[in-house]
């Protein structure tokens, strides 16, 4: 099973003044909400441009296009369906309105403890035996680490596929053996403005067995078992903890191509400082009938209101005096994101859940 992290990222100042340097300190924290947009048919210039690399090196996404888009954000891990089967998560990472990543960070590392939630239709909950290690802090130009992690899930079918007997379940098992390098540093450009960034070469070998059980036997029989070696690039940039470019290619000498390029849809004016970030307040959060925003600057901006798959619900409510109340009793249950915007800037967004 393709991994599912897709783990996003935003930040930069003004000006690229040398290599940036990820800590602790920039991985995000529960309320932080992304964008992630997917560009399915990206062109050659783009092509040529994920594969360049160099130090103090600009790569322009900028005609990166919004083909899928999918909302996510750091909730608190024990708030989630599955916090049961991570007892010691710090805090999950929801991707949609149905699976969520665990993860574990502190001083020297981040990483994630598994999966949960749903592949397609099938419900599963994935525990790594060892973790899979996003981060080893400082993460900066030359950061390097051999990673290796597996887990596996069982989906209870209880059919007969048409070989005259039961097949009561079907397990898949991934295991995963990964380098990691960082390999150059500068600026990306997307349609959002200029980032900081220091760019990353991961290669993937996963081994994936399929396995399925039979009543009649007593046994798992196997059934298939592929190797898979993907390469993946990431540009990675403060305060997120997920990249703000990744594009994954499979690495075949006859075919290398990149069939589609993540993004996160977020401002430059996130890399600033901690202190200096526009922060956005919610409450309460779980809603069901207002919810109150609150925002330090008082800059005129206005509310924008999107839904897990991106789509705007409601905008244009104007914050006054910092601070706005809007009825969300309407809302369907479920999970939303809230960016305060001025002009084409988004200053900053974050999640709630009406219920």
Known sequence: MKKLVLLVALF?????????????????????????????????TLQQTVFANGNDYTWDFSAL????????????ATTTPYASYFPTADMSLRMGDSTYAYFNVDASVAEIMGLAGYYDTIAFQMIYADPDI????????????QDTYAGSFTAYLGIDPGIGYIIDSVRVSDSHAESQTVIGWGTVTTA?????????????????????????????VP????TTIYGR????????????????????PSDSVIYSIDWLFVSPILSVDEDSRFSLKLFPNPTSDVLHITLPSMMPCFIRITDAQGRIIMQ??????????????????GVYFVSAIIGNEVLGTKSFIKD
């Open 12 to 44: 930069s100042t003004i000006g690229l003044q040398a290599q940036i340097v990820l800590t602790q300190n920039e991985m995000p924290g529960i309320g932080d909400a992304f964008i992630q947009l997917t560009d399915t048919t990206p062109g050659a």
């Open 65 to 76: 296009a919004a083909h899928d888009t999918v909302g996510i954000n750091f909730i608190d």
């Open 134 to 145: 996003i981060y080893e802090f400082p993460y900066t130009m030359g950061t390097s680490f």
């Open 192 to 220: 959002m403005g200029n980032f900081d960034v220091v760019k990353t070469e991961i290669i993937d070998t996963t081994i994936t067995k399929t396995e399925a059980y039979a009543s009649a036997f007593s046994i798992w």
């Open 223 to 226: 059934y298939s078992t592929d």
């Open 233 to 252: 690039y990431q540009w990675n940039m403060r305060n997120t903890g997920l990249p703000l470019i990744e594009a994954e290619y499979s690495i075949d």
């Open 316 to 333: 244009g409510n104007e914050l006054q005096s910092g601070k706005v109340s809007i009825p969300v009793s309407f809302l369907e249950n």
